[in-house]
């Protein structure tokens, strides 16, 4: 086994022992309707997620962003207008068998029907990139998962992204590598013809899936990897805490990262692309 696959890390402790699946799942639309099922559907609205005839693969890590998605999916399935089918897809990357487990048991409870397929991800990523192996697992990861979702004939792929990954995001690229860059609710695949990405928890903050998942008694696969485990070699953590912090001085920081990227002024940068292209303010000067 990788030495990336990693044993264990921090956890999120339920509150209570696991719930029946029907009140779970009542809970999505009922209990948490305003922080997780409101949100849900706002993004899919605003911007247009989900449309008649498609066939989406929904990406499950086994952990609690892409665990709830996939039950809110399946809400959506049963009480929404639009026709649309639905698959599970989730990549075993080398996970350490105790994970492999927790994660099948618990899709087993959820009634979550998982295609589920192994890939070398982790093995590759140590042997190629062993001390910032994230990059490297992100791209094999997303290569992999497109191609299932070819395979299996799906017009998208839902990633379980939240409004914290944005602007965790949105400030990473900000503070480590000098762009204005966020996480798009939607987009068109490079290599994959005919797939977008869509990430539905747009809008949904962390702490509300947290706390759903904590009610509803399911241990979720927490962190699948050893650079998770530890929180090193990815400047994301230390960007998650900066955030946190710099909400004790600016109220409402965290939206205001978020809106940042829907106002963006253009007339007030020097430099912005476009399709790959550069271009200056000093064009409107010539
Ligand atoms: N091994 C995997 N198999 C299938 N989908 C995956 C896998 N790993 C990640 N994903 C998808 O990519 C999304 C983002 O992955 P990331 O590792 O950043 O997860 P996360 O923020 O911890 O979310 P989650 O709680 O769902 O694991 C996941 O929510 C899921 O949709």
């Not at 791209?139 to 939240?162: D, F, V, W």
């Not at 962390?206 to 008694?217: D, L």
């Not at 809106?259 to 912005?272: F, M, P, Q, R, T």
Request: charge should be neutral; aromatic fraction near 10%.
């Amino acid at each position: 086994m990788s030495d990336l696959a990693g044993k264990g890390c921090e956890i999120i402790v339920p509150f209570d022992e696991r719930q029946p699946l029907r009140d779970i799942e009542k809970s999505i639309i009922k209990k948490f309707r305003k922080n997780l099922w409101s949100k849900f559907i706002k993004a899919i609205k605003a911007y247009n997620l989900v449309e008649d005839g498609d066939k989406i693969a929904i990406a499950i890590s086994g952990g609690k962003d892409s665990l709830l998605m996939a039950k809110m999916f399946q809400e959506l399935k049963r009480h929404g207008q639009v026709k649309f089918e639905i698959e599970f897809i989730a990549m075993d990357p080398g996970y350490h068998e105790d994970i492999r487990k927790l994660l099948i048991d618990n899709c087993d409870y959820l009634d979550i029907p998982i295609h589920l397929f192994d890939s070398k991800i982790f093995e590759i990523a140590d042997e190629i990139a062993k001390d910032y192996p994230c990059y490297m697992c992100a791209r094999m990861r997303r290569g992999a998962l497109y191609s299932k979702a070819q395979e299996l004939g799906c017009n998208k792929l839902a990633l379980g992204h939240h409004y914290d990954d944005v602007i965790e995001t949105t400030m990473l690229n900000l503070l480590c590598a000098g762009n204005f860059k966020t996480m798009l609710p939607k987009l068109d695949s490079t290599n994959f013809d005919g797939i977008k990405i869509i990430r539905p928890l747009y809008y949904i903050r962390e702490e509300h899936i947290i706390k759903f998942i904590q009610t509803s008694g399911i241990w979720p696969l927490n962190c699948a990897c050893m650079v998770a485990a530890k929180k090193t070699g990815n400047k994301r953590y230390e960007i998650k805490d900066l955030i946190k912090n710099l909400g004790t001085n600016f109220k409402d920081v965290e939206k205001s990262i978020f809106k940042a990227s829907e106002n963006v002024n253009v007339d007030s940068v020097l430099g912005w692309q476009i399709d790959g292209e550069k271009h200056s303010f000093m064009e409107r000067h010539e």
